[in-house]
């Protein structure tokens, strides 16, 4: 199969990723075209800039949650609508777990087979960026797939006298980019700066035209015809099977069909508060015959009719003041609980299952009090990076001993004791964490439930078990 695409990748974290991807998705559409949007690794927010620029949803490309094939099935799904797909990349171009290039953009345009745009900074610099370009190319093999370059923060006189460098080095130079705050996205400690940060139209407006701006800008001194031209350069990539996905297969050959079962309504918590989550794992919902139930906790008065919820992660701290004082939807979750409704609260959903949050600047705001416990700011990160969760108890995610691949990143700590499954990097360390019951997965592991049919079906069979014990 065809598909035009190129990743935007950078020499760093901060070196203007996502501001190039925004503008560059922004452009395209302007000129005309349906491009789609993927991000490297378990990233969220990212991917929350793609959707409020693009109005569709873009989905992750991570090779420590999928196989090769995997990753390629997600590429041509997102792709399958699109005239050009833009890849954006994580942190440094070969960066991952360690030192060791895994899970990297370097791995995933390797996996892809895709063309590399390197977005290097040049703010104070002249041929030094000449000097860490050769050495991005030529560090790893995965360097051979950079194959054009776009300054950022430098000079159009500087760049003049750097093109033709770059031209020697066998690479396109494809523009640059001025120094302009302007064109920068205000950063925080999960990340960038949300863009609908509180959900008021003033502030999509002032998002999105600030990404006009970069879109301008790389008019202006940007080479978009070459960008173009690079990413259909990109070869034909293909699955076995397209349709062989592998919870749909397990599906069918493993699993009695339930003959009557009814339709499971799941309620997902999207807001500004809770805007984690995977569109894979939402397809995987929908793909069992899920019904998907969009509620906010900050100004639904109660939770939807439903058969199960899952509260994701995101920013409930930012928005601590008015999610207590919706105590409506407070006593909602709280009475949905103690009748056993089926509960996913990941990281941020499950901050708002304690009694109370403490924010930095010491301010105490009730909760739902499902949990009798406190949580409270930390001050630096806590767990960070990939897990191999494995349950130690029978629970709403299955039997003990079930496995899922999920992703940590946090800087609050929980009074409540966690220790019901087993978290594990990939480098070995070990700890106990999350709490599991018949009704509830809580913890601070955002789950891959796309690659662990078991895990989904299981929680997929405790609603439909709720419902029915409710309908009788």
Same mark, same amino acid.
């Given at each position: 199969?065809?598909?035009?695409?190129?990743?935007?990748?950078?020499?760093?974290?901060?070196?203007?990723?996502? !501001?190039?991807?925004?503008?560059?998705?922004?452009?395209?559409?302007?000129?005309?075209?349906?491009?789609?949007?993927?991000?490297?690794?378990?990233?969220?927010?990212? $991917?929350?800039?793609?959707?409020?620029?693009?109005?569709?949803?873009?989905?992750?490309?991570?090779?420590?949650?999928?196989?090769?094939?995997?990753?390629?099935?997600?590429?041509?799904?997102?792709?399958? /609508?699109?005239?050009? !797909?833009?890849?954006?990349?994580?942190?440094?171009?070969?960066?991952?777990?360690?030192?060791?290039?895994? +899970?990297?953009?370097?791995? #995933?345009?390797?996996?892809?087979? +895709? $063309?590399?745009?390197?977005?290097?900074?040049?703010?104070?610099?002249?041929?030094? @960026?000449?000097?860490?370009? !050769?050495?991005?190319?030529?560090?790893?093999?995965?360097?051979?797939?950079?194959?054009?370059?776009?300054?950022?923060?430098?000079?159009?006189?500087?760049?003049?006298?750097?093109?033709?460098?770059?031209?020697?080095?066998?690479?396109?130079?494809?523009?640059?980019? $001025?120094?302009?705050?302007?064109?920068?996205?205000?950063?925080?400690?999960?990340?960038?700066?949300?863009?609908?940060?509180?959900?008021?139209?003033?502030?999509?407006?002032?998002? %999105?035209?600030?990404?006009?701006?970069?879109?301008?800008?790389?008019?202006?001194?940007?080479?978009?015809?070459? #960008?173009? !031209?690079?990413?259909?350069?990109?070869?034909?990539?293909?699955?076995?099977?397209?349709?062989?996905?592998?919870?749909?297969?397990?599906?069918?050959?493993?699993?009695?069909?339930?003959?009557?079962?009814?339709?499971?309504?799941?309620?997902?918590?999207?807001?500004?508060?809770?805007?984690?989550?995977?569109?894979?794992?939402?397809?995987?919902?929908?793909?069992?015959?899920?019904? %998907?139930?969009?509620?906010?906790?900050?100004?639904?008065?109660?939770?939807?009719?439903?058969?199960?919820?899952?509260?994701?992660?995101?920013?409930?701290?930012? /928005?601590?003041?008015?999610?207590?004082?919706?105590?409506?939807?407070?006593?909602?979750?709280?009475?949905?609980?103690?009748?056993?409704?089926?509960?996913?609260?990941?990281?941020?959903?499950?901050?708002?299952? /304690?009694?109370?949050?403490?924010?930095?600047?010491?301010?105490?705001?009730?909760?739902?009090?499902? %949990?009798?416990?406190?949580?409270?700011?930390?001050?630096?990160?806590?767990?960070?990076?990939?897990?191999?969760?494995?349950?130690?108890?029978?629970? @709403?995610?299955?039997?003990?001993?079930?496995?899922?691949?999920?992703?940590?990143? /946090?800087?609050?700590?929980?009074?409540?004791?966690?220790?019901?499954?087993?978290?594990?990097? $990939?480098?070995?360390?070990?700890?106990?964490?999350?709490?599991?019951?018949?009704?509830?997965?809580?913890?601070?592991?955002? %789950?891959?439930?796309?690659?662990?049919?078991?895990?989904?079906?299981?929680?997929?069979?405790?609603?439909?078990?709720?419902?029915?014990?409710?309908?009788?």
């Amino acid at each position: 199969m065809k598909i035009s695409r190129i990743m935007i990748a950078g020499t760093k974290s901060g070196c203007g990723k996502t !501001s190039v991807s925004c503008g560059l998705l922004r452009l395209l559409q302007r000129q005309g075209k349906s491009p789609a949007a993927f991000k490297c690794g378990p990233d969220y927010i990212d $991917p929350i800039y793609h959707r409020e620029v693009l109005d569709v949803a873009s989905r992750n490309l991570d090779s420590f949650f999928c196989t090769k094939e995997e990753l390629v099935r997600e590429l041509i799904k997102g792709s399958a /609508h699109a005239d050009i !797909s833009v890849i954006e990349g994580v942190m440094g171009y070969y960066d991952g777990l360690g030192i060791t290039g895994k +899970t990297s953009p370097s791995e #995933i345009a390797a996996l892809t087979d +895709t $063309p590399v745009l390197l977005i290097v900074d040049g703010a104070g610099r002249g041929a030094s @960026v000449l000097a860490e370009l !050769s050495g991005f190319c030529s560090y790893r093999p995965e360097g051979r797939r950079i194959k054009g370059v776009l300054f950022n923060r430098m000079a159009p006189s500087v760049y003049a006298d750097i093109k033709d460098e770059v031209k020697k080095m066998g690479l396109l130079p494809l523009g640059c980019l $001025p120094k302009d705050e302007a064109l920068r996205f205000e950063r925080r400690h999960l990340g960038l700066v949300l863009p609908v940060d509180g959900g008021r139209a003033e502030e999509k407006e002032r998002f %999105l035209a600030q990404v006009d701006a970069v879109a301008d800008a790389l008019l202006r001194y940007a080479d978009i015809e070459g #960008i173009c !031209s690079l990413a259909g350069e990109a070869s034909e990539i293909d699955v076995q099977d397209q349709t062989e996905d592998p919870i749909i297969k397990d599906r069918e050959e493993n699993r009695p069909k339930k003959e009557g079962r009814k339709n499971v309504r799941i309620a997902i918590a999207e807001d500004e508060a809770f805007c984690f989550i995977y569109e894979a794992n939402k397809e995987a919902l929908r793909r069992e015959g899920c019904t %998907l139930i969009s509620f906010s906790p900050l100004k639904d008065k109660t939770l939807p009719v439903c058969d199960g919820v899952i509260l994701p992660g995101g920013y409930p701290e930012l /928005h601590a003041k008015q999610l207590s004082e919706n105590t409506g939807m407070l006593f909602s979750i709280r009475e949905a609980a103690r009748e056993g409704l089926p509960m996913i609260a990941e990281c941020g959903g499950f901050l708002y299952l /304690h009694r109370d949050l403490t924010d930095p600047d010491g301010n105490t705001f009730p909760l739902a009090n499902v %949990l009798d416990a406190s949580c409270r700011y930390a001050g630096f990160q806590r767990q960070f990076g990939y897990v191999n969760m494995e349950t130690k108890t029978d629970s @709403v995610l299955g039997r003990k001993g079930s496995v899922c691949k999920g992703h940590e990143f /946090h800087y609050y700590l929980s009074d409540r004791v966690q220790e019901d499954a087993t978290c594990k990097k $990939p480098t070995g360390k070990a700890w106990n964490g999350c709490v599991l019951t018949k009704t509830m997965y809580a913890g601070f592991v955002h %789950l891959w439930l796309s690659g662990n049919g078991e895990m989904l079906r299981a929680f997929i069979s405790a609603c439909a078990e709720y419902a029915e014990k409710r309908d009788v």
